[in-house]
């Protein structure tokens, strides 16, 4: 009854359903980052993003049968699904529902790891990450250090998804990676796609360090591709060149790359050839791919969602003109989140879009 | 039953164990030790059938008698329970000590507290499920003016949830969240407080909004997220706040607001206002860190602070079986030293007579309260989830139907000749047609200006986000096709 009415009025005034939109630039195309990659067995199922991440615990699970996964609502597969399935399978003892306390999730994570488990914590969204901060930071990341390597918890993983939905607002939407890149002892790991998504978590769960894990969760079920089924991993700490360029390196890591590669597309029209960079591992990062590839084309470009102020590109810029101070011919640009509270009805103008993207490749050339 | 049974046995067990060991010598030839200056040793010798020790170093600091008196006393006392000592402890009056705290006596048992005081905490009711009133039941009486308005305000949340519900359905706005089920928590609750109470609410709180005057159009414009949005546009959908109406912002992240609650009552108590704060969250909340710090501080504090936990049973798909293995929720304020009250979430009446209660209490003695309100969850969590998934129908259907809160407040304003079914369709026909205009003003209303992109991170803006503000305008304007026409630029 109401439904109808509703609708009738909607009808009425010519309302267009526009919600979730992403009616700014840079918005489409998930897929379209993927590309076959060397080291990894080609071919495999067209899967999504959250299905790679599922194939990837089905694995750890599998293979370890000290590995335990956790979280809130992760029993009967997750807020995102990425965990369906996998209680039916490996039982309740070893992948379950915890209360709700990301507190608990991590302290308890760390325990478990302590104790030579690989511990795969999930919080929910990254943007409730920060209870957990201090078992994070204070402890997971300082673990071994303080005890001079008698205690480590190594085991631990935390996935998280993080970014932009199109109608998250303020608390489904950050980005925080950058607060964890300013804490040795952890690594921090953000795959592009649902290959990647696999291999990198696999590598993670199986990286004796403690491994903040972020997940493009708009991209879980919009990022489409072959995925090996069988059990591969990435290397961490390795950037890969995803597209090969001479006028100017971008760089980015996680959901933006799907901008940027848009953003190189449309360079190339206009005749400029753009080199792009995946990141992949944000800390400890593989300085060396961006130098030399810097030491190239003579200019970056670094962008990512979160607030520009204090993000991960300020690091990037700042070591690469370290390094590169010679052989840049232009200041790096950076084109990131603006330094608000990521805005619901803002978002299209908070994002860092393919346009605004294009508007700084073309500035830096033509510095 | 059995689980108070099985806390006895094992009780008795510990007892006669503890007889039949002899008393441990000490460890330390009777002289003090100075092991809390860091010795080797980690603990003082522990020492069965006394209770343990205090901390040594704030003994030392206050003067207090040696350890060695203490622990040596202990196991001759104990030795000496074993031969004459009735069932349940000393027999002489003087065993007792000032701790740090209070004074506590000694008994020769080992004595574990159960994990459970074996029968569940019972629930107080006002209304049979025939919204008959409970013979015997006592409750706050409310005035056939306040009871209507009461029954108004339920089938109003109750439509509002309804048609926005439906109005996310058809993509009109991101997101929705509803309350059904928890009209009575909602409207009863605010009925009994005044408006100068300050409300700190989760999510599922929007009828004690609608209580105080918000109106359905200014619902309509925070979920349309419009340029008459008080967040301007900024949250999701269902996130509501009214400085006039003393309704703090809601805000998204799990429980973070009981903390807030304590630190707005203490500033009330300071004041000396005759008001308290109130803070409403579910049983999912309880497990976060926050809920703990806000409960043992508002006991420190003596914090006029009512927490209202809505116990529906689920956090999105976790049941409370998985959430806590305590008698619910009420049972933890006597952990912290916190009055409490465990009472029917759908029974309206109860809910009324249990804040009101709860209300004076707070203020007139300068205390928190903990009232958790039984309840569930009819809806899904929102509308990302569909809990057909994780529970069964006819559990939900049960609720909704049999269980329903207004359906029983109904039954009881009708018995005292109040309501009338012609006076139901007129209402219900006449919210429903506010409601579809509300809808349909908040939709046409352009969205708050870009220029509010930038405001509210400080009280000033700042040079940095001036700069960002100044490129992106050119930005927008070489590419206007990348932004909403409906956002003034
Ligand atoms: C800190 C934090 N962690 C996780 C979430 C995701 N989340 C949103 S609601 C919810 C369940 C809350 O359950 P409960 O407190 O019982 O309230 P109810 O939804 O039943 O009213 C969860 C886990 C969140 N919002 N904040
Ligand atoms: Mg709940």
Not at chain 1, 87 to 97: E, Q
Not at chain 1, 275 to 283: F, R, S
Not at chain 2, 313 to 333: C, H, K, L, M
């Amino acid at each position: 009854m109401a439904a109808r009415a509703l609708r009738e009025a909607g009808r009425r005034r010519g309302w267009a359903a526009e919600v979730g939109r992403r009616c700014f630039s840079g918005g489409s195309a998930g897929a379209a980052v993927a590309e076959p990659k060397e080291g990894v067995a080609e071919g495999g199922k067209a899967v999504n993003l959250f299905t790679a991440v599922n194939q990837a615990l089905h694995i750890a699970l599998d293979t370890d049968p000290r590995a335990y996964v956790f979280g809130e609502d992760v029993g009967f597969g997750g807020v995102f699904r990425c965990t369906t399935g996998l209680a039916d399978r490996f039982g309740k003892s070893r992948v379950f529902n915890t209360p709700l306390c990301e507190q608990g999730i991590a302290g308890f994570a760390i325990g478990l790891a302590a104790m030579g488990n690989r511990a795969i914590a999930e919080i929910q969204f990254a943007d409730y990450i920060f209870p957990a901060f201090d078992q994070i930071v204070n402890e997971a990341a300082k673990f071994r250090y303080r005890s001079g390597n008698e205690f480590n918890c190594g085991g631990l993983t935390i996935r998280t998804p993080y970014g932009a939905v199109g109608h998250g607002g303020h608390y489904h939407s950050q980005s925080p990676e950058a607060f964890f890149c300013h804490v040795p002892g952890l690594k921090v790991v953000i795959p592009r796609s649902p290959r990647e998504a696999k291999g990198l978590l696999l590598a993670s769960i199986r990286d004796p360090n403690p491994v903040v894990f972020f997940e493009p969760k708009w991209l879980y079920r919009l990022a489409v591709e072959e995925v090996p089924e069988e059990d591969y991993m990435l290397p961490l700490s390795q950037a890969e060149v995803i597209r090969k360029g001479s006028d100017i390196t971008l760089i980015g890591w996680g959901a933006q790359l799907a901008v940027l590669k848009e953003a190189c597309e449309d360079a190339a029209k206009d005749g400029v050839s753009c080199e792009l960079i995946d990141l992949k591992t944000l800390i400890p990062w593989d300085k060396e791919t961006v130098e030399a590839s810097v030491k190239k084309t003579g200019k970056l470009l670094v962008s990512h969602e979160a607030p520009i102020t204090g993000g991960f590109g300020a690091e990037i810029a700042a070591s690469i003109a370290e390094r590169c101070f010679q052989r840049l011919e232009a200041p790096v640009a950076r084109v990131c989140g603006v330094d608000t509270p990521f805005p619901l009805v803002y978002e299209p103008f908070y994002m860092p879009t393919k346009n605004k993207v294009l508007d700084a490749i073309k500035a830096t050339v033509n510095y | 039953m059995a689980a108070l049974w099985l806390a006895r046995a094992s009780s008795q067990l510990a007892r006669r164990a503890a007889r039949r060991l002899p008393p441990l010598p000490s460890r330390h030839g009777g002289e003090p030790s100075p092991w809390f200056l860091g010795s080797s040793v980690a603990a003082p010798p522990p020492v069965l059938g006394s209770p343990p020790l205090p901390p040594l170093e704030r003994i030392a600091r206050r003067g207090f008698c040696s350890v060695r008196r203490f622990a040596g006393e202990s196991s001759a006392a104990a030795a000496a329970a074993d031969e004459e000592e009735p069932e349940n402890g000393f027999a002489g009056g003087d065993q007792a000590i000032d701790f740090p705290g209070g004074k506590v006596s000694f008994v020769a048992e080992m004595n574990f507290l159960p994990e459970s005081h074996g029968e569940r905490i019972s629930c107080y009711r006002v209304l049979d499920d025939d919204g008959r009133t409970i013979s015997g039941s006592r409750f706050q009486e409310v005035s056939k003016e306040v009871a209507l308005k009461m029954y108004i305000e339920m089938v109003t949340l109750q439509i509002m949830d309804n048609i926005f519900y439906e109005a996310q359905r058809q993509g009109r706005i991101s997101f929705y969240l509803t309350s059904n089920g928890e009209e009575a928590i909602n409207i009863a609750s605010a009925a009994a407080l005044s408006i100068d109470d300050i409300v700190l609410p989760q999510y599922r709180e929007p009828g004690v909004l609608l209580w105080r005057g918000f109106t359905l159009q200014e619902f309509a414009n925070q979920c349309f997220g419009n340029s008459m949005d008080y967040g301007k546009g900024r949250q999701m959908p269902i996130h509501y706040g009214s400085n006039r109406l003393n309704y703090f912002t809601v805000s998204s992240p799990i429980a973070t607001q009981l903390p807030h609650a304590v630190g707005a009552a203490y500033s009330l108590k300071m004041d000396k206002k005759d008001a308290c704060a109130i803070t409403y969250f579910g049983d999912g909340g309880t497990s976060e860190g926050d809920f703990h710090a806000a409960l043992n501080f508002a006991a420190v504090m003596d914090a006029p602070v009512v927490f209202f936990c809505r116990n529906n049973g689920w956090a999105i798909s976790t049941p409370t079986t998985e959430q806590f293995r305590s008698d619910g929720v009420v049972i933890r304020g006597q952990a912290y030293g916190i009055r409490g009250i465990r009472v029917d979430g759908n029974d309206a009446l109860a809910v009324y007579s249990a804040v009101h209660a709860a209300r004076e209490m707070a203020i007139a003695e300068g205390r928190p309260i903990l009232i958790e309100a039984l309840t569930y969850r009819v809806g899904h969590h929102s509308t990302s989830d569909d809990s057909t998934k994780y529970r069964p129908v006819d559990e939900i259907e049960h609720w909704r139907t049999a269980r329903d809160p207004i359906s029983r407040y109904r039954k009881w304003v009708q018995g005292n000749d109040w309501w009338s079914d012609a006076e139901e369709s007129e209402l219900r026909r006449r919210v429903r047609k506010e409601l579809l205009q509300a809808i349909q003003v908040a939709e046409r209303m352009p969205k708050p200006p870009f220029a509010e992109l930038f405001t509210d991170v400080y009280d000033q803006i700042p040079s940095n986000l001036r700069e960002q503000e100044r490129l992106l305008r050119e930005t927008i304007m070489k590419h206007p096709a990348d932004y909403p026409t409906d956002v003034p630029v």
